[in-house]
């Protein structure tokens, strides 16, 4: 795809797609945000995971600064998919209380310190099926980060309130999910490659991608559920980009691009509050 095709796509995507780049507050607390996330790989490992933290950095930074900006001092904090704990455990050095939940007790493996399971209080909670193991009005916030594409069985708005009956009243939940409606996933398929996972990781895994989705329809089910938005937006991170070499066409278009273009922006992030009369 040459240039001035890729501009043209994304012109016509600003006009259906009303997804902006971040508000000049998170903007502010990034340069320290993403000085607190490189801290982690200086005063701990990241594990078998480094791969995945190096190229998650940005979205880090970006739940960071929202973090500074929305939760209060020592906050209580549900990380729902905890696992492998590389967020939780900034988190924790910046004064705040969590406890994680994973799907199931393989995800113990994966963190780094076997002493990251009590620092975070880990427990298992298939969220799909089953009530959160919490009463009403626990926590100040809590965090849905890249898990709403994992969902499967069960409708999301379903989901999304059983999150929001643990959230005490005016708490928050910070949120990202990848945005289907971005560039490489145009290009994906006009070379051929399938938006989905391969074949040979996609069936049996269990931590596959079921369904991406629009931030229309991430707003639509936040609103379903009972939530306001504080914050929505987009902002771009590494992992988030479709593979297959679509990701290495985005990044020859990107310096020729304006980053403010919805398809650039492959990430939907939202800060949610419980709906003043649910």
Not at 9 to 30: F, S, Y
Not at 195 to 207: A, C, M, N, T, V
Request: charged share 20%; aromatic share 10%.
């Amino acid at each position: 795809m040459d240039l001035e095709l890729a501009r043209a796509i994304c012109v016509e995507g600003d006009k259906h797609n009303d997804l902006r780049t971040a508000p000049a507050a998170v903007e502010a607390e990034l340069p320290a945000a993403m000085t607190r996330v490189d801290a982690i790989t200086v005063t701990s490992t990241v594990g078998s995971h480094a791969d995945y933290f190096k190229s998650s950095r940005e979205r880090y930074a970006h739940y960071a600064a929202l973090s500074k900006l929305h939760l209060p001092d020592n906050a209580s904090v549900l990380d729902v998919g905890n696992a492998p704990g590389h967020f939780a455990y900034l988190l924790t050095q910046m004064g705040h209380r969590v406890t994680g939940v994973n799907l199931n007790a393989e995800w113990r493996r994966t963190y780094p310190d076997p002493s990251w399971l009590q620092m975070f209080r880990v427990t298992e909670c298939d969220i799909e099926r089953e009530e959160l193991p919490f009463g009403d009005a626990t926590f100040d916030a809590v965090f849905f980060t890249e898990v709403l594409e994992h969902i499967a069985i069960t409708d999301p708005v379903t989901v999304l309130g059983r999150l929001r009956r643990v959230l005490k009243p005016g708490g928050v939940l910070i949120f990202s999910t990848p945005n289907v409606c971005n560039l490489s996933n145009i290009i994906a398929l006009l070379i051929g490659v399938n938006i989905f996972w391969p074949r040979e990781i996609f069936y049996g895994s269990l931590d596959r991608h079921n369904r991406e989705w629009t931030p229309r329809e991430v707003h639509a089910a936040f609103e379903a559920a009972g939530f306001r938005a504080i914050e929505f937006y987009g902002m771009n991170d590494h992992s988030n980009w479709r593979g297959g070499g679509a990701a290495d066409r985005v990044y020859a278009l990107l310096g020729g691009l304006s980053t403010e273009h919805a398809l650039l922006l492959n990430t939907t992030v939202g800060v949610f509050t419980p709906a003043i009369d649910q």
